[in-house]
């Protein structure tokens, strides 16, 4: 065992007495030592709970006769940190978590990781991290909230609050009606309700093989999930005596099952962000190409908040991601067997299960005639771009605009706070990339505004940042090159037009080679300003979009 480093042989004794110090009993230094990686906070919703489900995982260590030791990791709660300095810190601290779990399992030469974690960053971080130390690991997601409901209307936390306060400045709601919508929208512990980042990741770290089944969509209130947190420590120990190791379960195949898997969810497209950066840390060769390739091949079977009155709790009670690999596996081809941390594969796992049809469509009757998600490119995003597909109404797959440019996201929200923006326009939000903003924000605040204000389907906002998964509307981030790197996007002036087109996979700006030309010889170089600490020394180590924002 790894942890025979720090307890056997003479030598070790100062170790095995600060072992014991820590309240280790001599007759369980010869089992392995299980590390619980938890995000446990007071702070974000999504983890409030954890205290309870770290309790079940140490039982399920103890149980299964090994040593567990609990240690803590940062997270960030992106609907708190969305609209100001604080967005700048989400997708930065996916790097900082991982680094966490690397030193507290290195330093101490643990045997293997059951890994708690929920909202946006913290799953891929942890996914990273067991990529990382390729040591047996597990994923236990903590689970979506229960869905609000306010006078016999369903909420969640998008359409009750961000899209709740675009109702009450257009006058559609009162003051009083947003104030009860606030207190009701979010009424349990867990990640929010629709198919936004936590439980796109949630999902896809299922489906790559990587969390039990019905981890992703099992509330975090229930009875359920308490005993998968159960199972889940026992089963680490057994991968530890198994020798399973997650680079033995992620691979190009379940990487390419996970890309399948999102397109038919209609998930969050920070995905691509973070499929990424689990490919590039396993040394796997999976780029945007494989995102393109697959995207032509798969249709959304399954459609949830924010883009349809679904949310998690419907779809668990559909069957989940079992009921949804089901319906994929053996009709799409490029959907591939692989092993899962059951120690099963995933055929074994879905061949009995149960769907609803009306959640789950079947691949022969898909919901849309694309794929959720989509890869856009042109003069615009030469190295690509991202637009959740599944939240753009199907009237509004070309659309062609004005630019109207903003340098942040504070001053587009000034100019939509203001009725500056109409039908037609097409906002250009910039200086947002991983490296410009820095820190890459999420643009929710803004989409949200858009489709509250009734100008979903009649303006677009285009951006090198990025959105939430909770985004509607015809909204397109990840643009590359980003701003900050020269990109064409740091080209466009207001008046420009602008054309997206779906079908056609294209962002384009009508301004000639010529002229881009002449604006770039009076474009300024580039200057990060006003930032210090973690966020400087990120931005001088990131890279793109394209390539999962990694450093």
Known sequence: MRSDEIKKGISRAPHRSLLYAAGVSPKNI?????????????LVPGHIGMRDLERQIEKGIHSAGAQAFIFGVPVVCDGIAMGHNGMRYSLPSRELIADCVETAANAHQLDGLVLLTNCDKVTPAMLIAAARLNIPSIIVTAGPMLDGECRCEKLTMIKGTFEGVGRYRSGRITKEEL????????????????????????????????????????????????????????????????????????TKTSLRNAIIADYSLGGS???????????????????????????????????????????????????????????????????????TVTGKNISEIVKDVWSDGDIIHQVEHPLTTCAGLGVLYGNISPEG???????????????????????????????????????????VIRYEGPKGSPGMREMLAPTSLLAGKGLGTKAALITDGRFS?????????????????????????????????????????????????????????????????YLKKYAHLVQDASHGAII
């Not at 308490?226 to 089963?235: H, P, V």
């Not at 349809?308 to 991601?321: L, R, S």
């Not at 991202?386 to 062609?400: H, L, P, Q």
């Open 30 to 42: 010869d089992k392995p030592f299980i590390g619980i990686a938890s995000s446990f906070t007071d």
């Open 179 to 250: 104030e009860e919508f606030e207190l009701k929208s979010c009424p349990t512990a867990g990640s929010c309700q629709g198919m936004y980042t936590a439980n796109t990741m949630a999902c896809l770290t299922e489906v790559m093989g990587m969390s039990l089944p019905e981890c992703a969509t099992a509330s975090a209130v229930s009875a359920q999930k308490r005993r998968i947190a159960f199972d889940s420590g026992m089963r680490i120990v057994e991968m530890v005596h198994e020798d399973l190791k997650p680079l033995d379960i992620i």
């Open 469 to 533: 998964g909770g985004t509607r509307g015809i909204c397109i981030g990840h643009i590359c090159p980003e701003a900050a790197n020269g990109g064409n996007i740091a080209l466009i002036q207001d008046g420009d037009i602008i054309e997206i087109n779906i079908p056609k996979r294209t962002l384009n700006l009508f301004v000639s080679d010529d002229e881009l030309e002449k604006r770039r010889k009076n474009l300024k170089p580039f200057e990060l300003t006003s930032q210090s600490g």
């Open 269 to 339: 497209t920070n995905s691509f962000l973070h499929l990424l950066a689990i490919a590039n840390t396993g040394g796997i060769d999976l780029t945007l190409k494989d995102f393109e390739e697959l995207s032509e091949k798969v249709k959304q079977i399954v459609r949830l908040d924010p883009s349809a009155p679904p949310t998690m709790t419907d779809f668990h009670n559909a069957g989940g991601i079992p009921a949804l690999v089901k319906e994929i596996y053996g009709k799409i081809s490029d959907f591939k067997d692989s092993i």
């Open 385 to 427: 771009s991202v637009i959740k597909i599944s939240g753009v109404d199907e009237s509004c797959y070309i659309f062609k605009g004005r630019a109207k440019v903003f340098d942040c996201e504070e001053s587009s929200m000034k100019a939509l706070e203001n009725d500056e923006i109409k039908e037609g326009d097409v906002i």
